[in-house]
T-cell receptor
Framework: DVKVTQSSRYLVKRTGEKVFLECVQDMDHENMFWYRQDPGLGLRLIYFSYDVKMKEKGDIPEGYSVSREKKERFSLILESASTNQTSMYLC??????????????FGEGSWLTVV | AQTVTQSQPEMSVQEAETVTLSCTYDTSESDYYLFWYKQPPSRQMILVIRQEAYKQQNATENRFSVNFQKAAKSFSLKISDSQLGDAAMYFCAYESQGAQKLVFGQGTRLTINP
């Protein structure tokens, strides 16, 4: 079974702190994603990576950065956390076959509260 | 940009009954993929069903089936013989061909009444 593991399920951080959310997948997937999930808004893509050291901005990249130094690991960084970044963050991965339609596998989510 | 709309924030159904969740999308593309994902409480989101836009036949996976109306840009999910384990948030999602990433709707929370 594919496993996408997010290292922290629940975090509470202070405004202005630098926050790291870590994600690891064990299926040698090329693609990795960070989504943010908010009630009434669904999931919105923050960043997407299709290869090591490659990244692409999603729909809401402001205030976030990412790092992918190894194929299995994709980190989301909040440079200076703000209260409007309180949310659930979902990491996901998928294989790349060129034409799309592949299943995306999700982690359990990280609940971040910024106070 | 493509958008996906789920107009039913919440739905409920009696156990063993049938329920239909609605989804509409906006696109100018002719080739794409549509998905329904299920997010059970405190558990990982999983794929329920997938539809390729070039296929006229509606996808089916056991008790789950879709009604894909390409001209109307509608993609509803029908759950037959609802079970307590079907209680979850359901998300409709769109993928442009080759895009490798999904656009999600707002979600519908489904409650199953015993």
């Amino acid at each position: 079974d594919v496993k996408v593991t997010q290292s922290s399920r629940y975090l509470v951080k202070r405004t202005g702190e630098k926050v790291f959310l870590e994600c690891v997948q064990d299926m040698d997937h090329e693609n990795m994603f960070w989504y943010r999930q908010d009630p009434g808004l669904g999931l919105r893509l923050i960043y997407f990576s299709y290869d090591v050291k490659m990244k692409e901005k999603g729909d809401i990249p402001e205030g976030y950065s990412v790092s992918r130094e190894k194929k299995e690991r994709f980190s989301l960084i909040l440079e200076s956390a703000s209260t409007n970044q309180t949310s659930m963050y979902l990491c996901a991965s998928s294989s790349y076959r060129g034409f799309g339609g592949d299943t995306i596998y999700f982690g359990e989510g990280s609940w971040l509260t910024v106070v | 940009a493509q958008t996906v709309t789920q107009s039913q924030p919440e739905m409920s159904v009696q156990e063993a009954e049938t329920v239909t969740l609605s989804c509409t999308y906006d696109t100018s593309e002719s080739d794409y993929y549509l998905f329904w994902y299920k997010q059970p409480p405190s558990r990982q989101m999983i794929l329920v069903i997938r539809q390729e836009a070039y296929k006229q036949q509606n996808a089916t996976e056991n008790r789950f089936s879709v009604n894909f109306q390409k001209a109307a840009k509608s993609f509803s999910l029908k759950i037959s013989d609802s079970q307590l384990g079907d209680a979850a948030m359901y998300f409709c999602a769109y993928e442009s061909q080759g895009a490798q990433k999904l656009v999600f709707g707002q979600g519908t929370r489904l409650t199953i009444n015993p």
